[in-house]
C-alpha cells in the first residue's frame, strides 16, 4: 500500500555531511509519522528519529540530536534526514520506515541506503 524509496546514501569523511531523502507513495492514511532506522554492522537495528506527519512534531535518539535533522516536505510526501558532523560509528544502512500513530508499529520499510563514514 505504501512505498518507500530512499536516496542519498554514500561515502562521507568523518565531519561531512550527507542528506538522506526518502519519497513514499501509495495509500495515504490519517494519523502516520515517517522517520529513519539504522542497522550497522554486526549491530541491532537502531532508531534514529521521526516526525509526526501532521504537526511536525520530531523525536531523535540520543546518539544523533544535535547532529541530525529530521524535515519533511509534505507536498512531496519526502522525509529528510540531514546528517552533519558525522563519525564512523554512523556507518550503517540507513531505512526510512512510516510508523501508525494509532499502533505504533512500524508498517513500512525502504529498501536501505549505505551511508559509510571514513575516519
Known amino acids: 500500500q505504501v512505498q518507500l524509496v530512499e536516496s542519498g546514501g554514500g561515502l562521507v569523511q568523518a565531519g561531512g555531511s550527507l542528506r538522506l531523502s526518502c519519497a513514499a507513495s501509495g495509500r495515504t492514511f490519517s494519523g502516520f509519522a515517517m522517520g529513519w532506522f539504522r542497522q550497522a554492522p554486526g549491530k541491532e537495528r537502531e532508531f534514529v528519529g521521526r516526525i509526526i506527519w501532521s504537526d511536525g512534531v520530531i523525536y531523535y535518539a540520543d546518539s544523533v540530536k544535535g547532529r541530525f535533522t529530521i524535515s519533511r516536505d509534505v507536498a512531496k510526501n519526502t522525509v529528510y534526514l540531514q546528517m552533519n558532523s558525522l563519525k564512523p560509528e554512523d556507518t550503517a544502512v540507513y531505512y526510512c520506515?512510516?510508523?501508525?500513530?494509532?499502533?505504533?508499529?512500524?508498517?513500512?520499510w525502504g529498501q536501505g541506503t549505505q551511508v559509510t563514514v571514513s575516519s
Open positions: 520506515v512510516v510508523q501508525s500513530t494509532r499502533t505504533a508499529i512500524y508498517d513500512y
